[in-house]
């Protein structure tokens, strides 16, 4: 791998236990100051942080469920935003 490279979700692995392997950033010579901005982005984009402090305390299943039915109402609101936009720009 290239100095500040990555491999996304999408190509990585998952191990025998189903987990996903650690994110990994090669330190080059631009120095440990552009590693720690590339680890950052990629533990945002990795969603990282937002399922931690999910996982920070017990979510009870009518909640979990309501919470993924926002989600999912959410989600399908930007799409047809996204379609909208995308029409009206032809």
């Known amino acids: 791998m290239a100095e500040g ?11 025998p236990r189903g987990k ?9 010579d631009r120095g440990m100051d552009v590693a720690l901005k590339i680890f950052k982005k990629l533990v945002i984009k990795e969603g ?3 399922d931690l402090k999910r996982r920070e305390h017990y979510e009870k ?5 309501r919470r993924k039915q926002r989600e ?3 989600r399908r609101r930007r799409q047809a ?10």
């Open 5 to 15: 490279e990555y491999l996304p979700t999408e190509r990585r692995e998952r191990t």
């Open 20 to 28: 996903l392997p650690a994110l990994t950033v090669i330190v080059g």
């Open 48 to 50: 990282l942080l937002k």
């Open 61 to 65: 299943p009518g909640d979990r469920k």
């Open 72 to 74: 999912a109402i959410r």
């Open 81 to 90: 935003a996204r379609s909208r936009s995308r029409i009206g720009d032809r």
